[in-house]
């Protein structure tokens, strides 16, 4: 399987982002980092992460925000990149309640710039995050990308069903090859401060109680940062093609006659909260305070990936645990916070 050599990754001072630029830098690959080092969340934290991928020759970071239309066609014609790693995103459930137009201005308005910029420079791969947010309201368990996915609770599943949608269409008008990869509970070193193991280790660490949703009767597909990271560089090598057998009178949601593709990246192992609770618990050497709340509005009560597809197409599969994946967070962040 041929590399692809030259690869744009926006959100490259965000926590997966940051990643898989280490990783494709460390396989002699060059990198081009979009992040505009939004204010979401601590920006120093970002800053820390672009100042390990500047130290790199082979990496160079263009600061401005994908929804500039301008900039980032510029961008792609003096670029021309191989394969192009959509990382950047308004994330979070919780905030779309809060900030809708910030779910518009980067996940649909940036996303439509890149789908041009890949298509008037021949990008040979499109690959973006989508979410294991889009299965909303199914309750069929494990979640299957061929699974219909048409009832999101929040502004941001439904950011992300429109982005697999808008790729599709360039799939088909433009025969743009484009892999979307519904992440499942992404956590691990270097993490997102809103994230529920860093609002947690931080709240235990300084003797507050935590906020545990639905009273802990939720259950999550936590997936360990480098199993993530494994899957999307295999991926991005792994250029989408037609799917042959797709018949337009019985559909498959996760293939298509164009070249486009759906694929989960879960660790396949559904894990109850409060025993991801009980496992930071251990890391840490501390019992915690909990503020036992309900079911947040956008939420789901549990997320469960299929990963059958991913398995065939690329031959991984993650399986960190949360024993391995939460020990090695905790000391990286007693590291990080000199705590």
């Known amino acids: 399987m041929k590399k692809l050599q030259k690869v744009l990754i926006t959100g490259a001072a965000g926590f997966i982002g940051h990643g898989l630029a280490l990783r494709l830098l460390a396989e002699g690959r060059e990198v081009v980092g979009l992040d505009n080092l939004n204010d979401y969340y601590d920006p120093q934290l970002k800053r820390d992460r672009l100042a390990q991928l500047t130290a790199h020759a082979n990496f160079r970071h263009a600061g401005f925000d994908m929804a500039d239309r301008e900039r980032t066609a510029a961008l792609f014609e003096a670029e021309r990149f191989d394969a192009v790693v959509n990382l950047a995103a308004q994330a979070g459930?919780?905030?779309?309640?809060?900030?809708?137009?910030?779910?518009?201005d980067t996940n649909l308005v940036g996303f439509v710039n890149?789908?041009?910029?890949?298509?008037?420079t021949g990008v040979k791969h499109l690959v973006y995050a989508s979410s294991s947010s889009v299965y909303g309201a199914n309750t069929k368990m494990p979640f299957s990308v061929h699974d219909n996915v048409d009832h999101p609770v929040s502004l941001y599943a439904a950011?992300?069903?429109?982005?697999?949608?808008?790729a599709h269409t360039y799939s088909h008008l433009f025969g743009l090859p484009s892999t979307g990869l519904r992440f499942f509970t992404v956590y691990g070193p270097w993490g997102r401060p809103d994230?529920?193991?860093?609002?947690?280790?931080?709240?235990?660490?300084?003797d507050r109680p935590i906020d545990v949703f639905n009273n802990g009767n939720m259950e999550r597909d936590f997936t360990y940062i480098d199993d993530i990271v494994e899957g999307v560089v295999r991926v991005v090598d792994h250029v989408a093609e037609p799917d042959p057998g797709w018949s337009g009178d019985a559909p498959d949601s996760a293939t298509s006659y164009c070249p486009w593709r759906v694929y989960n990246i879960g660790n396949n192992n559904k894990e109850r909260l409060m025993r991801y609770i009980?496992?930071?618990?251990?890391?840490?050497?501390?019992?915690?305070?909990?503020?036992?709340?309900?079911?947040?509005d956008g939420d789901v009560p549990a997320t469960y990936a299929d990963v059958a597809d991913l398995v065939a197409a690329v031959g991984f599969k993650p399986a960190t645990s949360i024993e391995t994946g939460i020990g090695k967070f905790v000391e990286w962040y007693r590291g990080y916070y000199r705590v």
């Open 93 to 104: 459930v919780r905030y779309s309640l809060i900030n809708p137009h910030s779910y518009v």
């Open 278 to 296: 009980e496992v930071l618990e251990d890391c840490l050497g501390r019992t915690a305070k909990k503020n036992f709340l309900p079911m947040q």
């Open 114 to 120: 890149l789908l041009e910029g890949c298509r008037h």
């Open 195 to 206: 994230m529920a193991l860093f609002l947690f280790t931080k709240a235990i660490l300084e």
């Open 159 to 166: 950011s992300k069903k429109a982005n697999e949608l808008m």
